[in-house]
Nanobody, 117 residues
Framework: QVQLVESGGGLVQPGGSLRLSCAASGRIFSSNGMGWYRQAPGKERELVASISRLGNIIYADFVKGRFTISRDNAKNTVYLQMNSLKTEDTAVYYC???????????WGKGTLVTVSL
């Protein structure tokens, strides 16, 4: 089992910034990927960004140039720096841990990001 603890959500005005963090603990293997998904009210969960342990990164088109994902392998922690936030970025953001060896996804409980005046 892998446990994920997210932090950093909150209320921010359009154009502002937030930094999300997610720490993984438990059965951590070297072959894994971590990332962030989001789900807005009435919409399906969608990928925001992901990063492998070796640093291969994927961004959704709607965050390119605004969000930056990074990870600290020593701390088993993934970060999402979100800049130039828009109202449409409002959603619950979920941390994801993917175990390549066992083909298993783990999810955090989610952290709410609200972008509003």
């Amino acid at each position: 089992q892998v446990q994920l603890v997210e932090s950093g959500g909150g209320l921010v005005q359009p154009g502002g910034s937030l930094r999300l963090s997610c720490a993984a603990s438990g059965r951590i293997f070297s072959s894994n990927g971590m990332g962030w998904y989001r789900q807005a009210p009435g919409k399906e969960r969608e990928l925001v960004a992901s990063i492998s342990r070796l640093g291969n990164i994927i961004y959704a088109d709607f965050v390119k140039g605004r969000f930056t994902i990074s990870r600290d392998n020593a701390k088993n922690t993934v970060y999402l720096q979100m800049n130039s936030l828009k109202t449409e970025d409002t959603a619950v953001y979920y941390c994801n841990y993917y175990d390549y060896a066992y083909d298993i996804d783990y999810w955090g409980k989610g952290t709410l990001v609200t972008v509003s005046l």
